[in-house]
């Protein structure tokens, strides 16, 4: 079962790409990026000149939020793929104070 789900997971990230969706977005979207995350799917396999260029979050995270109509950005400049886990408090207070604000007619 879990390998199942992890093909199913690869296969959606390889054949499913949503970055060129963002722009279609309506709903209220706070993104909320620890700006030392390096991951990227791949990265192991990419030429080595290529490396270096992938998982760039917080220039990612910059190009989501400005694709995203309303989107809020939130950094998190010392945390890395899981603020959620490595500062539970920050992420928890950005991430309520992110809701706070999110609009309440939708």
Do not use: C
């Not at 722009?23 to 030429?47: E, H, M, S, V």
């Not at 408090?89 to 809701?99: I, R």
């Amino acid at each position: 079962m879990v390998a199942w789900n992890s093909a199913l997971l690869y296969d959606m990230i390889y054949t499913q790409p949503v970055v060129y969706e963002f722009d279609q977005l309506r709903t209220p979207t706070l993104l909320l990026i620890g700006d030392k995350d390096t991951t990227a799917i791949g990265k192991d396999f990419a030429p080595p000149e290529v490396r270096p260029t992938l998982g760039r979050y917080p220039d990612l995270a910059k190009l989501a939020a400005e694709r995203i109509a309303g989107a809020k950005l939130v950094e998190f400049p010392e945390l890395g793929h899981a603020p959620q886990m490595q500062d539970p408090a920050a992420f928890h207070k950005a991430l309520l104070e992110g809701l706070a604000k999110a609009p309440t007619n939708r």
